[in-house]
Structure formats: structure tokens, C-alpha cells
């Protein structure tokens, strides 16, 4: 998988945008920007994806740099049950497994 | 949804014991996986499946068989467990490529006392 560099932690009031950042500079051209969060002692959950363009669903927003190398995260409002360790990763094109990283501990706060 | 389940939350086994964890998902998925989680370590890919009857060995195969036998359900084994197999087991499935996102149960809890 493509390397990705995110921060260790970070915090958000309730209520406010949480933005969540990313980098894989190493990127290909056909790959995929995966999101996914682990809240406490549960399975990792799938957020949403991109390639190019940005993305939007009833979780999150993906926004993704034009030259590829960053993508932001965006949860709107966050929530008390949003606090988790949210991973950004780059599959291989190719291979079966997920890599995934430390991640970015966001706790939101009430 | 897509769902994948566990057989179970938490287990506690003795060292030794042969211990099987079961996962179904419910997605007509032809690739599942099952991971290990452990503090400091991240994700490790133990085995992976993409077809009935079909595995391959991921990062850290020693001590774990599996088993798929069908389509839906695929069994992680323990032949003999030892105290350093505590861990997170994690199961994830996925539809054949070129989608890549793999959906992950809760999480089953191993304790080898």
C-alpha cells in the first residue's frame, strides 16, 4: 500500500467540522483513497472512498488535492460518537490486503 | 448493509486448546480475510480467502489454519492455542476487485490463559 502520514491526534468541539488530513504523495494513478474509523474495542468501519473527484455520503465528505498527493476527511457536525481512530489508506491496486496505518485519534469534545 | 458477524464478543481459552472462530457475512462476498489487532502492531492479515475451498497465507500464518468450505462462511482455527494468540480477531469481506473496500465484523476478543 502506498504510504500515508496523518496526525497522531486531534481534537474537535461538538457540533463543528471535523477536518481530518492526510498524505500520500506516493499515490498512482489508479489508486484508491480509502477512510475508515475504529471507535474503541469494535471492527473498523468503512467511510468512503475516492479517486479523484470529490466525495460525499451520509457519513462524511472526501475532498482530494488535484495533484492527489492530500486528501481531507470531513465529518460536518461532529458528534460525541464520533470520537475514534480514523485511518487513511492507499490499497495496491491489485492486492488483497488492507494496510493499515496509526491513524488520527480525533476526540470530540463536549 | 453489508453484514458481517462473529461467533462471539469475548472467549477465554486455556493454553492448548483448540479454538475455532466463525465468521458469515451476508453479502454474496467472494473474498474474506481475517486479521489479528494488537496494541502498538496495527492490522496483521493472518489468512485470506477468495473462493470456496480457496486461502492463502497473509502476513502471520503460524499457529492459524482456516477453513471455507462455504461461500458465505469462512473459520479461523487455533490448533493449539498459546497465551501469545491473545489478541482482537478481526473478519472482513469483500467483493471481487476493482472494489477494494472490505467490510469488517465486531471483533472477537481472545483471551488464552
Redesign the interface.
Known amino acids: 500500500d502506498a504510504k500515508t502520514t496523518q496526525p497522531p491526534s486531534m481534537d474537535c468541539a461538538e457540533g463543528r467540522a471535523a477536518n481530518l488530513p492526510c498524505n500520500h504523495s506516493t499515490i498512482s494513478g489508479n489508486e484508491?483513497v480509502?477512510w475508515y474509523r475504529q471507535i474503541h474495542?469494535?471492527?473498523?468501519?468503512?467511510i468512503i472512498?475516492g479517486l479523484k473527484n470529490n466525495e460525499t455520503n451520509e457519513m462524511a465528505s472526501l475532498i482530494i488535492t488535484e495533484d492527489r498527493k492530500s486528501s481531507t476527511l470531513i465529518l460536518p457536525h461532529a458528534t460525541l460518537r464520533d470520537t475514534a481512530v480514523y485511518y487513511c489508506i492507499v490499497?495496491t491496486k491489485?492486492s488483497?490486503?488492507?494496510?493499515?496505518?496509526?491513524g488520527t485519534k480525533l476526540s470530540v469534545i463536549p | 448493509d453489508v453484514k458481517?458477524t462473529q461467533s462471539s464478543r469475548y472467549l477465554v481459552k486455556r493454553t492448548g486448546e483448540k479454538v475455532f472462530l466463525e465468521c458469515v457475512q451476508d453479502m454474496d462476498h467472494e473474498?474474506m480475510?481475517w486479521y489479528r489487532q494488537d496494541p502498538g502492531l496495527?492490522?496483521r492479515?493472518i489468512y485470506?480467502s477468495?473462493d470456496v475451498k480457496m486461502k492463502?497465507k497473509?502476513?502471520i500464518p503460524e499457529g492459524y489454519s482456516v477453513s471455507r468450505e462455504k461461500k458465505e462462511r469462512f473459520s479461523l482455527i487455533l490448533e493449539s492455542a498459546s497465551t501469545n494468540q491473545t489478541s482482537?480477531y478481526?473478519?472482513?469481506s469483500?467483493p471481487h476487485?476493482p472494489q477494494?473496500?472490505?467490510?469488517?465484523?465486531?471483533?472477537t476478543?481472545l483471551l488464552v490463559l
Open positions: 484508491y480509502y474495542s469494535q471492527g473498523p468501519q468503512y472512498h490499497p491489485g488483497y490486503q488492507l494496510t493499515f496505518g496509526k | 458481517v473474498n480475510f496495527g492490522l492479515l485470506f477468495y492463502e497473509g502476513d482482537m478481526l473478519c472482513a469483500r476487485q477494494e473496500t472490505q467490510y469488517f465484523g465486531p471483533g476478543r
